[in-house]
C-alpha cells in the first residue's frame, strides 16, 4: 500500500515536459521533437455562407398543358422508340 502511496505521489508531482520524452535514449546531436501538446491545435476554418439561389417562378406553368414544341417533340420521339 506504502509503495503505490510512494508511486501516486511521484506521478503527479512529475513535470509534463519529462513525461513527454519519446526517447529515453537520444545519440544525436539535435534535440528531440518538441512535444505535440505544445504545440496549437490547429483550427478549422469557418464554412464560407451559402449561397442565395432564386428558385424559379412556378406561377406561369399552366399545369395539363403539352408545353413547349421543344418538349412535343420529345415526347413523341420517346412514343416512337418505346414501339420497339
Known amino acids: 500500500m506504502r509503495s503505490l502511496l510512494v508511486i501516486l505521489i511521484f506521478l503527479t508531482l512529475a ?3 519529462a513525461a513527454c ?4 535514449i537520444w545519440h544525436y546531436n ?3 521533437p518538441p512535444c505535440p501538446i505544445d504545440s496549437p491545435e490547429a ?8 449561397p442565395d439561389i432564386p428558385l424559379p ?3 406561369e406553368i399552366i399545369w395539363g398543358e403539352t408545353g413547349d414544341v421543344r418538349l412535343v417533340a420529345i415526347g413523341k420521339l420517346r412514343l416512337l422508340g418505346s414501339d420497339r
Request: no cysteine; proline share 24%.
Open 15 to 17: 513535470e509534463p515536459a
Open 57 to 59: 417562378d412556378l406561377t
Open 30 to 32: 539535435f534535440p528531440q
Open 43 to 50: 483550427q478549422a476554418a469557418p464554412a464560407p455562407p451559402a
Open 21 to 24: 520524452r519519446r526517447f529515453s
